[in-house]
Nanobody, 127 residues
Framework: EVQLVESGGGLVQAGGSLRLSCAAS????????IGWFRQAPGKDREGVSC????????YYADSVKGRFTISSDNARITVYLQMNSLKPEDTAVYYC????????????????????WGQGTQVTVSS
């Protein structure tokens, strides 16, 4: 059974930093993509970043480029999202998601492309 467990959310002031972790287990495949998504109240789920296990290729939404960094520990199947220079508009529930991925094709950027999801972790940025 695939399990994704997010951690690291919390309350931080604007300009501060948080590091989210997504610990995965039970993958039935060798090559995968893990993505981070977020959903604020009343808004659609938004793709934030993703990373491919096979080639390390990454993607960032324009809204987080230069502030967020995704990284992975493939041995532990754990993906991190380092979030710096946080803004109030970053406030949301952050989810990690996983999907099997064809090697060399980067990572999926849309929520519908992921079949496995974590329970989410709340990030609140105060102004």
């Amino acid at each position: 059974e695939v399990q994704l467990v997010e951690s690291g959310g919390g309350l931080v002031q604007a300009g501060g930093s948080l590091r989210l972790s997504c610990a995965a287990s039970g993958f039935p495949f060798d090559d995968y993509a893990i993505g981070w998504f977020r959903q604020a109240p009343g808004k659609d789920r938004e793709g934030v970043s993703c990373i491919s296990s096979s080639d390390g290729r990454t993607y960032y939404a324009d809204s987080v480029k230069g502030r967020f960094t995704i990284s992975s520990d493939n041995a532990r199947i754990t993906v991190y999202l380092q979030m710096n220079s946080l803004k109030p508009e970053d406030t949301a529930v952050y989810y990690c998601a996983a999907s099997e991925m064809i090697p060399g094709y980067g990572c999926y950027v849309h929520a519908y492309e992921y079949g496995y999801w974590g329970q989410g972790t709340q990030v609140t940025v105060s102004s």
